[in-house]
């Protein structure tokens, strides 16, 4: 888990610096949304982020920023591929894989962001629908990384739990009913001892039967 640990704070700082350079991005899908002429539709998967670096990207600093956010997203893959090789399944990670897909729809995604960033980067209606989705898809699957991967921990440590013994009870603990109980237990099993140890002479008088046969001289 020091692993995916480590490789999600790499996210989260690359992220960082993305997010200061989200204006640049988005002016780099714009660009490119031109030169492909796709200018109707929103920016609604990675796989389309991928086309536009690829072939319809002519400026080196737009290549460099679709570039960028194509990175942090293989990084989040990898952190995917970790949790799966750990063996941890269920909803949350259906919900990452979902969020990963490079083809899967996220021009309906809206992270929750500071207004001040939503009217900075995204001032008009117009440039939130088309890339509203786009940019929130990082910030959302960092999130949802995140939570799978604190599930995975509890998850765990519940069989640690179960399997620490519990201490034995203090003296305290014990009912006075069960100490008295195992007093007259120990009493009458030192009773019984002491008789047994006792020599002939105080056992009435009576000789200990012994087997028939030659007596030892």
Request: with cysteine.
């Amino acid at each position: 888990m020091n692993r995916v640990k480590d490789k999600l704070k790499t996210a989260e700082q690359k992220h960082k610096v993305f997010k200061q350079q989200q204006g640049i991005f988005i002016t780099a899908l714009q660009r490119s949304r031109d030169q492909a002429l796709d200018k109707t539709k929103p920016v609604c998967s990675v796989a389309q982020v991928q086309w536009y670096s690829e072939d319809h990207c002519n400026n080196h600093t737009d290549r460099r920023i679709l570039a960028t956010f194509l990175e942090i997203m293989e990084d989040l893959m990898e952190i995917l591929d970790i949790l799966e090789a750990l063996g941890f399944t269920g909803s949350m990670m259906d919900n990452c894989r979902f969020l990963l897909c490079p083809t899967t729809d996220i021009s309906n995604l809206r992270a929750q962001f500071p207004d001040d960033e939503v009217t900075q980067k995204l001032s008009c209606v117009e440039a939130r629908s088309y890339y509203g989705g786009v940019v929130s898809l990082i910030p959302m699957a960092i999130d949802h990384l995140r939570e799978t991967a604190r599930a995975y921990i509890v998850v765990q440590k519940e069989p640690e739990k179960a399997q620490t013994p519990k201490p034995p009870p203090t003296p305290e603990s014990v009912p006075q009913q069960a100490t008295d109980i195992n007093v007259e237990y120990q009493s009458s099993i030192q009773n019984e001892q002491s008789q047994t140890r006792k020599p002939y002479r105080e056992m009435g008088g009576k000789r200990v039967w012994k087997p028939p046969g030659r007596t030892r001289v």
